[in-house]
């Protein structure tokens, strides 16, 4: 059965407090691996697509990088916009996508 | 238009009522999906569209969902006779196929009380 596994599930950071993101799946199958933000009352936003390991992505203070069982999503020295719940989902043949629990992450000032 | 657009986005339905959820995709796009979202959950998926051909309806929780796409743009979700567990909000998202990445609308959340 295809599964998304993200860690953790709250985050709390100071401004400028880099973290990490964590996302284990399932890899059979996979077509690929994205990352999208989702703002309270709001519909997911894509942020990044990842293929192969090995493979990063970069946008802003945001990079996603993927190895053969999990991806990370590292924020450097955040900012309160990036508050957010942070979503990770695999992609089977079909394009439908399978989504972990989230992250929400909260940045304060 | 330029993004999906969900119609209408907060519905206040009594319990055994019908209700029907409306999708307008990106134009062009060919693959059309909605999932439904449980509060402080990921989005889970209920169906799939390409172009007007149901695909895949394997997350439809009962048979009380049903979802057409008759001429392979506007997408309807129809849940008959709701219950309190539908409560929820109900995404619809779009992609031009292949797997490529999926844009989504802003939601429908459907209150059952």
């Known amino acids: 059965e295809d599964q998304v596994t993200q860690s953790p599930e709250a985050l709390r950071l100071q401004e400028g407090e880099s973290s990490s993101l964590n996302c284990s799946y399932t890899?059979?199958?996979?077509?690929?691996l994205f990352w999208y933000r989702q703002d309270p009352g709001k519909g997911p936003e894509f942020l990044f697509t990842?293929?192969?390991a090995g493979e990063e992505k970069e946008k802003e203070r945001l990079k996603a990088t993927l190895t053969k069982k999990e991806s990370f999503l590292h924020i450097t020295a955040p900012k309160p916009e990036d508050s957010a719940t942070y979503l990770c989902?695999?992609?089977?043949?079909?394009?439908?996508?399978?989504f972990g629990q989230g992250t929400t992450l909260q940045v304060k000032p | 238009g330029a993004g999906v657009s969900q119609s209408p986005r907060y519905k206040v339905a009594k319990r055994g009522q019908d209700v029907a959820l409306r999708c307008d995709p990106i134009?062009?796009?060919?693959?059309l999906f909605w999932y439904q979202q449980a509060l402080g959950q990921g989005p889970e998926f209920l169906t799939y569209?390409?172009?007007?051909?149901?695909?895949?309806k394997s997350g439809l929780p009962s048979d009380r969902f049903f979802a057409e796409r008759p001429e392979g743009s506007v997408s309807t979700l129809k849940i008959q006779r709701t219950q309190q567990e539908d409560s929820a909000v109900y995404l619809c998202?779009?992609?031009?196929?292949?797997?490529?990445?999926?844009?989504f609308g802003q939601g429908t959340r459907l209150t059952v009380v």
């Open positions: 998202a779009s992609s031009s196929g292949g797997g490529t990445q999926a844009f």
């Open positions: 890899v059979s199958g996979l077509r690929g």
């Open positions: 990842l293929y192969s």
């Open positions: 989902a695999r992609s089977g043949n079909t394009g439908k996508l399978i």
């Open positions: 134009s062009g796009h060919v693959s």
């Open positions: 569209f390409q172009n007007e051909a149901q695909l895949d």
